[in-house]
């Protein structure tokens, strides 16, 4: 457990794990070369500064923002880490890549609602129709790239990652052979946000009216922050009383889709956790009691 009473979390990137803390965050990747790399970056949170962050409902914004903002920083370094330095993209072919992935999302997004029109349902059936498909979608989505190498291999880290925080957390030592004691599954994983996303929905959704194509786009981008909100204050409450009945109930639909979500590692990848964590524990705590084990990868230094 922290000295400092910090709580831990994290995710899975390519070719390692990244692990946050209110003090900022840490990246441990093994690139093909089989040489490790720590990453070190300060950061307070929005959630953890002072003002408008703060305030119920709007902290889930916040969290929303906080947790786009270190993915993308840690994706985009981990690849580079991973695969090396890449020749850099044309302007062009940055400005093709964008418009595609905007349109495919804009479809995403607009498309359920527009199958659902063609229905003869009254506006509220509509709004749970809509959101049960959204949730069909995000699952059959994660099952079917879950079938892929790469996401095999992403969905270890994401393993080896809740493995060790849950030692850690447990008071056990970030040794792998104490690190397997746990399982893959954590109460506290992000992926719990996929259930709440469709029960937020399914509340939410039959308020919305059927618009235009435009105007469905522009009200389900909105929808997004509204769903954050409420998703956040509900994690809020079942982090905070995780024995209670009521969050063992939302808790569960999120370890069933873990299942999914998170693979068994091998000792390599726990090993790249442990560093993760040993790293973030470092900055967070100025705690120098991993020197030695951290002395094993190469550091990478911010800036």
Known sequence: MSQD???????????????QSPKGWSLAVRDQ????????????????????????????????????????????????????EQ?????????????LIVSILSLLIVGPRILIDLLDLTQTMKGFAEGILRGLIIITYI?????????????EYHGAEHMTIASFEAEHSLEIDDVKKFPKEHIRCGTSFIF???FVSLLTLPFIPTLNVFFTLITRLLHVFVVAMISYEILKF???????LISKIFATPGIWTQKITTKIPSDEQIQVAIISMANCIKYSEDNAQFDELLSTSKELKNG
């Open 5 to 19: 009473n910090i709580a831990y979390g994290g995710q899975a990137v390519i070719g390692g794990v990244l692990i």
């Open 33 to 84: 070369k089989n040489q490790i790399h720590n990453y070190f970056e300060k950061r307070t949170p929005l959630t953890q500064r002072e003002g408008i962050w703060k305030i119920p409902f709007i902290r889930g914004v916040g969290a929303l923002v906080d947790s786009l903002y270190v993915g993308y920083k840690g994706i985009s370094l981990s690849d580079t880490l991973y695969y090396g």
């Open 87 to 99: 020749e850099e993209e044309t302007f062009f072919t940055k400005i093709t890549n964008t418009l």
């Open 143 to 155: 099952y079917l790239v879950g079938k892929t190498k790469d996401a095999q291999e992403l969905f």
């Open 196 to 198: 709440l996303i469709v």
């Open 238 to 244: 079942n982090f905070k009383n995780s024995d209670s």
